[in-house]
């Protein structure tokens, strides 16, 4: 029997960015930017274990969450602006041979600015260095849009333009058709598949013998500023690519729920509102939904609160109906769930919290289970482990009280 490979995924990512400030944890379409990274190591086929490299505490502790492992801190030395990958590979890789005797057969590098990775690209790209003995690495790289052979250059001194670089036989080659010239490629971020020894003892990230792994241009994405950001969250979010993806990674329904937390608005209401003359508020509720409620309470199961933003008296009222706690004028949803879950002496596992929009994100992380209805906002849609097929107000919460006592039977 061969033995498989071992393969580690290095996740550089230092705390001290300049040009988006915290760029690696910062939200990035429903998930941390560093996540999408993490999630192309966890669920590969070929890697073997995933590791962050970072200076930053707060930057290890979201690593962690989200699957991968941080051994150590990065050194400040070599978590500078001006600092390469060389060094930062080279400190690992010393760090774990000499602390865990660990020593892999190949590294991986997925820079966390190249977030929009195929599915298959960190596995196609091993595959391909574990075939070719006589290589170094693999780099990932597209077909360039901007062809050098029809580049100049400018003397500083005349001010005339030369070619860039020719090509053998061929006159005037900037004024050549495309399809005569060289097909030539780009780097990109997305993966770098290099063999240890390259790193170690050539000093180098690629070594001598680099072979191609030709990606997709679709995929090509480089997030140095916020304009790249907010082009790259539009191409996750509507760009259609079969992509890897956080927000695919569900979590499964607890086995031990004891809590079920629900937003007000948006999801035991339709999120209307009417006002009457005098500033009086009323909203439309969904009977189905009381009665769901009301089977769960006398299954005795799992208890039930509401937290809401809203100050209306309206929505006592309904709580008081449903014979349901509320936490009303809540501004900050997540705090107050930790409160609740410190004072019952529960486990964040049991709680399954549903909510509907931007500001009840925060809450999705801290329990075991996030659910929302099917007309939630986009970014919700995306961070639930459930979403329901019924809207908000029109028998979401029944729905969910239906899988509940299903589960009791």
């Not at 760009?239 to 809590?259: E, H, I, T, Y």
Request: charged letters at 25%; aromatic letters at 6%; proline letters at 7%.
């Amino acid at each position: 029997m061969v033995n498989k490979p071992e393969v580690l995924a290095i996740i550089p990512a230092r705390g001290g960015s300049k040009g988006i400030p915290r760029k690696n944890i910062r939200d990035f379409a429903g998930y941390p930017l560093i996540a999408y990274s993490i999630r192309a190591g966890t669920q590969s086929q070929t890697v073997t274990r995933t590791i962050v490299s970072t200076d930053d505490e707060e930057i290890a502790s979201v690593a962690r969450v989200h699957g991968a492992e941080t051994p150590f801190l990065r050194p400040d030395e070599f978590a500078q602006d001006t600092t390469t990958d060389l060094p930062v590979f080279q400190h690992a890789l010393k760090w774990l041979a000499e602390h865990e005797g660990y020593r892999p057969d190949v590294v991986v590098q997925l820079r966390p600015t190249s977030p929009i990775r195929p599915l298959a690209c960190l596995d196609d790209a091993v595959n391909i260095l574990l075939s070719h003995p006589e290589a170094d690495s693999v780099r990932g790289v597209v077909e360039s849009g901007q062809n050098p052979y029809k580049m100049w250059r400018i003397d500083t001194i005349s001010g005339h333009m030369s070619p860039l670089i020719g090509v053998e036989g061929i006159p005037e080659v900037y004024n050549a058709p495309r399809q005569k010239l060289p097909t030539v490629f780009w780097q990109t971020g997305h993966i770098d598949a290099i063999r240890p020894q390259a790193i170690i003892k050539k000093n180098s990230m690629s070594g001598s013998v680099v072979m191609p792994l030709v990606i997709d241009p679709r995929f090509t994405v480089d997030i140095d500023t916020e304009a790249d950001w907010i082009q790259a969250e539009w191409l996750v979010k509507e760009g259609g690519l079969q992509m890897v993806d956080p927000a695919k990674l569900r979590r499964s329904f607890p086995s031990n729920a004891a809590l079920l937390v629900m937003d007000f608005d948006g999801v035991l209401t339709d999120n209307r509102v009417w006002v009457n003359e005098k500033g009086e508020e009323m909203i439309s509720a969904n009977r189905s939904d009381s009665l769901g409620l009301a089977l769960l309470r006398e299954k005795k199961a799992i208890d039930c609160l509401v937290i809401s933003k809203e100050r209306n008296p309206v929505v006592e009222a309904r709580c008081k109906k449903l014979r349901i706690p509320v936490l009303q004028a809540v501004d900050d949803k997540a705090a107050a769930l930790r409160q609740v879950i410190r004072e019952r002496s529960i486990t964040a596992n049991g709680v399954i919290y549903i909510g509907n929009d931007t500001n009840d994100l925060p809450c999705f992380p801290i329990v075991g289970f996030a659910v929302c209805p099917a007309d939630a906002h986009p970014d919700v849609l995306r961070r639930a482990d459930l979403v329901l097929n019924q809207t908000g107000g029109h028998g979401a919460v029944r729905e969910l009280c239906d899988i509940l006592l299903s589960r009791l039977q």
